[in-house]
C-alpha cells in the first residue's frame, strides 16, 4: 500500500524548543491522523482532522488538515523529555482506507 | 478508553513452527487490522476484517493467515514461521465510518516476536 511522505525522519531538539513535522501525499484523503509511538509500545492517537482547513490541539500539541487535502502538519509547542518517541501521520480516504506515513523520530534533549 | 489486548508483549518461536498471535478489543468495533512494523519501512498491513468471519488480504498476506470467529477477538497466524518474520506485530481496531467521517484505528501495544 502506499506510503505518505513524512518529514523529517528524526529530529534533535533541546527541550522548550518548538517542533514541526508534516506529512504529504499525491492522492486526497478526507481524513488526516496523528499517532505517537513510544518505544516499545503501540501507536496512541493524539489528534484527528476531518475537514480540510481544520485546526485542532490537543495540550501543547496541533495539528492542521491542509486545504489542499493532500498534507497535514503537527506542531508540538515547547517540548518536554516526554515528548520522545515516533510521531505517524495517517490520511484516509473515502472508501476507510489508511495509509500511514513512516514516522518522524523525535529526542529532546534535557 | 478504547482498549485493545494483544497476548504477548514478547514472544520467542523456532523455525517452522506455528504461531498464533491473538487481539482482544472491548468496544464492539466492526473492523480489526493487523500490521507488522520494520525499521525503515513503517506499518504495512497483512490482513483486516470488517465482520465476524470476514477476511481481506492486506499489503503482505503471504505467510500468514487469519481467524475472526468472534467480534471481539482477531487472531494472526503464522502458518510456519520463517526468520523473515521475526518483527513487531501490531493489532488495531476501529468502527466504520459514521456518515462522512472515518472512524480512527486504535493500536494495541505489540508482540515483539522472534523467530529463530
Known amino acids: 500500500g502506499q506510503q505518505l511522505n513524512q518529514s523529517p525522519q528524526s529530529m534533535f531538539i533541546q527541550e522548550g524548543e518548538d517542533v514541526s513535522m508534516n506529512c504529504t501525499s499525491s492522492?486526497?484523503?478526507?481524513?488526516w491522523l496523528w499517532y505517537k509511538q513510544d518505544p516499545g509500545e503501540g501507536p496512541v492517537l493524539l489528534i484527528a482532522l476531518y475537514k480540510a482547513g481544520e485546526l485542532t490541539s490537543n495540550g501543547r500539541l496541533t495539528a492542521q488538515f491542509g486545504i489542499t487535502r493532500k498534507d497535514s502538519f503537527l506542531n508540538i509547542s515547547a517540548s518536554i523529555p516526554s515528548d520522545v518517541g515516533i510521531y505517524f501521520c495517517?490520511?484516509?480516504?473515502?472508501?476507510?482506507?489508511?495509509?500511514f506515513g513512516t514516522g518522524t523520530s523525535l529526542t529532546v534533549i534535557p | 478508553d478504547v482498549k485493545v489486548t494483544q497476548s504477548s508483549r514478547y514472544l520467542v518461536k523456532r523455525t517452522g513452527e506455528k504461531v498464533f498471535l491473538e487481539c482482544v478489543q472491548d468496544m464492539d468495533h466492526e473492523n480489526m487490522f493487523w500490521y507488522r512494523q520494520d525499521p525503515g519501512l513503517g506499518l504495512r498491513l497483512i490482513y483486516f476484517s470488517y465482520d465476524v468471519k470476514m477476511k481481506e488480504k492486506g499489503d503482505i498476506p503471504e505467510g500468514y493467515s487469519v481467524s475472526r470467529e468472534k467480534k471481539e477477538r482477531f487472531s494472526l497466524i503464522l502458518e510456519s514461521a520463517s526468520t523473515n518474520q521475526t518483527s513487531m506485530y501490531l493489532c488495531?481496531?476501529?468502527?466504520?465510518?459514521?456518515?462522512?467521517?472515518?472512524?480512527?484505528?486504535?493500536f494495541g501495544d505489540g508482540t515483539r516476536l522472534s523467530i529463530l
Open positions: 492522492s486526497i484523503f478526507n481524513t
Open positions: 488495531a481496531s476501529s468502527f466504520p465510518p459514521q456518515g462522512l467521517d472515518n472512524q480512527p484505528q486504535h
Open positions: 495517517a490520511g484516509l480516504t473515502t472508501g476507510n482506507q489508511f495509509y
